[in-house]
């Protein structure tokens, strides 16, 4: 199917992209990489009147290390975090998800904040923004304010964004250099989007207790949710196989996965719990290998 009949805008700048945004409210419609919102419209699931295109806004597009954190603007592509050589350095993780991201075509057109500002329940940067505590900074006609992750997903495909407002970058602060994380995920074939996913991020003391983690996942429900319950649960104590299994009956608690092609909620519930389970294996084997060096 073609898409239906739209006005495409090309702004030069994000004072400009705001105002159109603020002029044609909800007919307009921001694009990025554009790898989510062109299927919805040759789909007619979308029907924006208006294109705003802002990936030709320059000073969206970087990756930068400042005052002990990552900052990257949101038109960042997803092939631009994979193969930063500064991401691979301080935030492997990341790395990691962007590399899972869809095929070669899907990473080198879309972008970070394209992919956040879907809000896809399944996506793969959720889990990781809320395992490392990111901020979301969002510009509109009211100004710039900060979004803590936690506080960004508020349902399937919406965010706590208001509709002016454009997301221009998101920060990262730096784990210690103890720290170590992981993200991996539940697919059906290779580049789909995950059935369940799980980004991990800790360090161990000297005596090799956990003393920081941050965990996200997806497949639990309709957001990418930070996992307190199980951060509470690991936090302080030295991470056994025990309490790994015991990490993966708390993650089911409370979850409710939204049935689709891709599975039953039941079969989603196990599917968080495995996913978790081997995260958080593989992270606190990563921190015990960096703790030995």
Do not use: W
Not at 37 to 64: F, T
Not at 226 to 254: P, R
Not at 278 to 291: D, G, N, Q, T, Y
């Amino acid at each position: 199917m073609y898409p239906v009949s739209f006005e495409y805008l090309a702004p030069a700048s994000i004072n400009e992209a705001i105002e159109l945004l603020r002029r044609y409210g909800d007919d307009a419609k921001l694009l990025a990489g554009g790898q989510s919102l062109v299927p919805m419209m040759k789909l007619r699931v979308a029907r924006p009147k208006y294109l705003v295109d802002i990936h030709r806004i320059g000073d969206l597009n970087y990756v930068r290390e400042e005052a002990g954190q990552i900052r990257i603007g949101a038109m960042t592509r997803h092939v631009q975090i994979e193969e930063s050589r500064l991401i691979g350095d301080r935030l492997p993780i990341l790395r990691e998800a962007a590399s899972e991201i869809g095929d070669a075509q899907v990473r080198n057109r879309g972008t970070i904040g394209g992919g956040l500002a879907e809000a896809d329940p399944s996506g793969d940067y959720g889990a990781v923004v809320l395992a490392l505590n990111a901020q979301l900074k969002c510009v509109g006609s009211r100004g710039e304010r900060v979004i803590p992750a936690a506080e960004f997903f508020t349902f399937a495909y919406t965010t706590a964004m208001e509709p002016d407002e454009i997301l221009t970058e998101i920060v990262f602060p730096l784990p210690g250099k103890s720290s170590a994380g992981v993200y991996l995920k539940l697919e059906k074939v290779a580049g789909d989007f995950a059935i369940a996913s799980a980004a991990v991020q800790l360090s161990l003391d000297s005596a090799g207790a956990c003393n920081e983690i941050g965990i996200g996942v997806t497949g639990g429900g309709t957001v990418p949710q930070k996992a307190l319950s199980v951060e509470l649960l690991l936090g302080g104590n030295k991470i056994t196989s025990a309490l790994i299994e015991q990490a993966g009956h708390v993650i089911q608690e409370g979850a409710e996965p939204i049935e689709d092609l891709r599975g039953s909620a039941a079969y989603k519930k196990k599917a968080l719990s495995a996913i978790l389970r081997r995260a958080l294996a593989e992270s606190l084997r990563r921190a015990e290998a960096k703790r030995s060096l």
